[in-house]
């Protein structure tokens, strides 16, 4: 499975899960640490913790368990790095915060449907 497929499956598990505000950056031109970042947020540490598990248990069946995960118990802004791909998964308030999508400006903003 290729990066965009891995995006694709991690995309349609947030959706599953009811995430929000979901963006996808293409961060390969720019960077090695990975091909895509997912961007997304939830409204609860428990949607938040259930779209992580979701991301998870899809990408581990398909073959591709994640490498390193951070900040699930307080949920407010899990990491989940994939390799190729690195999921970001925020409460609204630390997503407004943080402000991914302007870190990495740099990056092609990828529009879900044209993925």
């Not at 979701?54 to 900040?71: F, M, Q, T, W």
């Amino acid at each position: 499975m290729n990066p965009k497929e891995m995006t694709k499956l991690a995309l349609e598990a947030l959706e599953e899960k009811k995430a929000e505000d979901i963006r996808i950056i293409d961060i390969s031109h720019i960077s090695t640490i990975a091909d895509y970042f997912i961007i997304a947020s939830g409204t609860n540490k428990s949607q938040i913790q259930a779209m992580t598990d979701n991301v998870s248990e899809k990408l581990g069946k398909a073959g591709h368990p994640e490498k390193h995960i951070e900040g699930y118990q307080n949920a407010n802004w899990i990491l989940m790095d994939f390799q190729d791909i690195i999921v970001h998964i925020f409460d609204k308030e630390n997503l407004l915060f943080y402000d991914l999508e302007r870190i990495w400006r740099d990056g092609i903003v990828i529009d879900k449907d044209n993925l």
